[in-house]
């Protein structure tokens, strides 16, 4: 029977493998879809199939960082369990998923799925996806990536904490290439993993969400009864008050520096600038952490017994 391409599509659909090996399956039962889903579930290739359904909410976040400290890359690739996290076959993969984002020319995830594997360029990085639930045996998922490219001087500076459960990815602008770089970029990437900052500083806040923030807290002040005697300009001073605290909080360089809370982020920049010779700013960062806002598998520990007595 000849194999057309539709066939083989609609193959590759079913199981997530990638064109070849689903073209030899479909050659090796002559044609037959049942029959060279289970000649791919034999291979342990489709086994993803079955697993694509399962919650994936754990998993690892991982950055990749040339040697020239010029282009970089964030990734969260997303596991069923903690303990598959911890496992050095997904670690390694992560790392690789890593390293590709960083060569990657991808705007989404969708192009990103759809480029060669580095590794194995018979394969799409969707295809690699595969394989690697076939080998681990749960449904895995790279949920997102982000690449930066440094166009002026400075530092690409990485850190990640707790085994992987947040990464930060920093890049910092000077006109020196400073030593003193590295180690700053790694403790301001510490103070963003625990605070989690929403924005840079200030001049980065959009009037939109200020505004905002402005109805929230007026509403807020408007609903306390001990402000019910209050004139407006007080309720407003009270407002403008608020308000400036907020943004200490969530504003990066307005925050305390964690490890010196008798200065500021921008003062501690200030003073590594110092020691420099030249100033440095922040030009961006970004923040995964590994399962932020997906929603995590439940289990009840009495159906776990039960299921495992079975």
């Known amino acids: 029977m000849a194999i057309t391409a539709s066939m083989v599509k609609e193959l590759r659909e079913m199981t997530g493998v990638g064109m070849l090996e689903c073209k030899k399956a479909l050659a090796e039962t002559d044609g037959d879809m049942e029959k060279a889903v289970e000649y791919l579930r034999e291979k342990g290739l489709a086994a993803s199939a079955k697993k694509a359904g399962r919650i994936a909410s754990e998993g690892l976040v991982d950055i990749y960082v040339s040697d020239d400290k010029k282009t970089a890359a964030i990734v969260e690739v997303n596991s069923e369990t903690d303990f598959v996290a911890k496992n050095q076959t997904f670690k390694d993969y992560v790392a690789n998923v890593a390293k590709q984002a960083a060569s990657s020319s991808a705007a989404n995830m969708d192009e990103f799925f759809e480029e060669k594997w580095s590794l194995d360029e018979a394969f799409t990085v969707k295809e690699a996806l595969s394989q690697q639930v076939a ?65 840079i500083a200030v001049d980065n806040v959009p009037a939109d969400f200020i505004e905002k923030e402005k109805e929230i807290l007026t509403q807020q002040a408007k609903n306390d009864p ?54 440095i700013t922040i030009s961006r960062y970004v923040r995964f952490e590994t399962g932020e806002g997906l929603a995590k598998k439940e289990e009840n520990f009495a159906e776990e017994v039960a299921k495992a007595a079975q």
Request: with cysteine; net charge neutral; hydrophobic share 40%.
């Open 135 to 199: 080998v681990i045996g749960e449904n895995l998922n790279i949920r997102r990536f982000e690449k930066f490219v440094r166009e002026t001087s400075g530092s690409l500076v990485s850190y990640v904490h707790g085994g992987g459960r947040i990464g930060v990815l920093i890049e910092l602008a000077c006109e020196k290439e400073a030593a003193e770089l590295e180690e700053l970029g790694k403790n301001v990437a510490m103070q963003i993993a625990a605070l989690n900052p929403k924005f």
């Open 226 to 279: 001990k402000n019910a005697s209050k004139p407006d300009n007080i309720i407003e001073k009270m407002i403008t008050g608020r308000l400036q605290k907020e943004m200490k909080e969530i504003c990066l360089v307005e925050q305390p520096y964690v490890k010196d809370g008798d200065m500021s982020v921008k003062q501690y920049i200030d003073s590594v600038a110092k020691v420099v010779g030249a100033p």
